[in-house]
């Protein structure tokens, strides 16, 4: 038995949900892969997945092998990817977890510019909103946090930059541009849906070049959304006024679809982190496409500040 091959495709199932998925995924037999899966099992000799007519679920044995599996495997493909980086061909795949949000604006941008520069590299991308991602089981995690992010992972700073209002100039040649926080009671404002509290469903704001002045505001938005992207598509179509990250609106204020309202005031910080897995170095290929991401990042938010005059 090839233990490795038989291992690999354990995993396979499991990420896959079912031997014929696996199957598929890994362009073998159903027959092939029931069998180097039971051949492991009866290596072990204990049993690894429950199989019924419809699903498969890991036993309890099969639940604490899966990590140490999953572990070996990426060590040894950071392995290979180790030496083929000696060799200066920068090849293999790079598993990337993102929001939507991220996926969409940060991530799709560069992709084909990273494929132009690094042909051998395999982007693999999930797209999936996590409370708490699996940050182990991805090269990369993308996550947005505000200045009380704390969470205990190995993460690098891609960028950090504020949240502010925007809206598109058809919308403000309609209905005024506002000249401070408080006219905003009187505009049309698109918000994210906001946590449990009163506090939360208030629009709090200060100004970027101070720390003092701050303000909580009653707005009763024509539009609440748990949806980043809705949101800044209404603004782009005139709808109202919305407050995003500058990585989001960069492009449109670069295009002049969309326009900073009521500088130097923001609604927040944010800051894109890289979360990476415990492990014992860094592949190759994770850190050019780290490198090419920041770079690309900033370079995009830079151009979109040195394009709008109130920013």
Same mark, same amino acid.
């Given at each position: 038995m090839d233990r490795l091959t038989s291992m690999r495709v354990f995993l396979k199932v499991v990420d896959e949900g079912g031997f014929a998925a696996a199957a598929r995924a890994l362009d073998? $037999?159903?027959a092939v892969v029931t069998r180097l899966v039971a051949d492991l099992e009866e290596h072990?000799?204990? #049993? =690894? !997945?429950?199989?019924?007519?419809? #699903?498969?679920?890991?036993?309890?044995?099969? +639940?604490?092998?899966?990590?140490?599996?999953?572990?070996?495997?990426?060590?040894?493909?950071?392995?290979?990817s180790l030496v083929s980086s000696r060799t200066h061909q920068l090849s293999g795949v790079l598993r990337v977890l993102?929001?939507?949000?991220?996926?969409?604006?940060?991530?799709?941008?560069?992709?084909?510019?990273?494929?132009?520069?690094?042909?051998?590299?395999?982007?693999?991308?999930?797209?999936?909103?996590?409370?708490?991602?699996?940050?182990?089981?991805?090269?990369?995690?993308?996550?947005?946090?505000?200045?009380?992010? +704390?969470?205990?992972?190995?993460?690098?700073?891609?960028?950090?930059?504020? /949240?502010? =209002?925007?809206? $598109?100039?058809?919308?403000?040649? #309609?209905k005024g541009?506002? @000249?401070?926080?408080?006219?905003? !009671? @009187?505009?049309?404002?698109? #918000?994210i849906k906001p946590d449990a509290g009163l506090r939360g469903r208030q629009w709090r704001m200060f100004r970027s070049d101070t720390v003092s002045d701050e303000v909580l505001l009653d707005v009763q938005p024509v539009l609440w959304a748990n949806h980043t992207d809705t949101l800044l598509r209404a603004a782009l179509d005139g709808a109202g006024i919305t407050g995003t990250a500058v990585e989001l609106a960069a492009p449109h204020l670069a295009s002049g679809a969309l326009a900073r309202v009521l500088s130097p005031w923001? /609604?927040?910080?944010? /800051?894109?982190?890289?979360?990476?897995?415990?492990?014992?170095?860094?592949? @190759?290929?994770?850190?050019?496409? =780290?490198?090419?991401?920041?770079?690309?990042?900033?370079?995009?938010?830079?151009?979109? !500040?040195?394009?709008?005059?109130?920013?």
């Open positions: 073998m $037999s159903p072990l000799g204990a #049993r =690894l !997945l429950h199989r019924t007519t419809r #699903r498969q679920s890991l036993t309890d044995a099969g +639940d604490a092998y899966l990590e140490r599996v999953r572990h070996i495997l990426l060590d040894l493909d950071d392995a290979d993102a929001p939507p949000v991220l996926a969409s604006h940060v991530l799709a941008p560069i992709v084909a510019s990273f494929h132009q520069r690094y042909p051998q590299i395999q982007l693999d991308i999930d797209v999936v909103s996590h409370r708490e991602p699996p940050v182990e089981e991805y090269d990369i995690t993308l996550i947005g946090a505000d200045a009380a992010f +704390d969470a205990n992972v190995i993460a690098r700073k891609v960028i950090s930059t504020e /949240t502010f =209002l925007v809206a $598109s100039p058809a919308y403000l040649a #309609r541009t506002p @000249q401070t926080p408080q006219d905003l !009671l @009187q505009h049309d404002c698109l #918000r923001i /609604t927040g910080r944010f /800051t894109l982190y890289a979360a990476l897995p415990s492990r014992k170095f860094l592949p @190759q290929r994770t850190q050019v496409f =780290l490198d090419h991401l920041t770079e690309h990042t900033r370079a995009g938010v830079a151009l979109a !500040l040195a394009g709008c005059s109130v920013c």
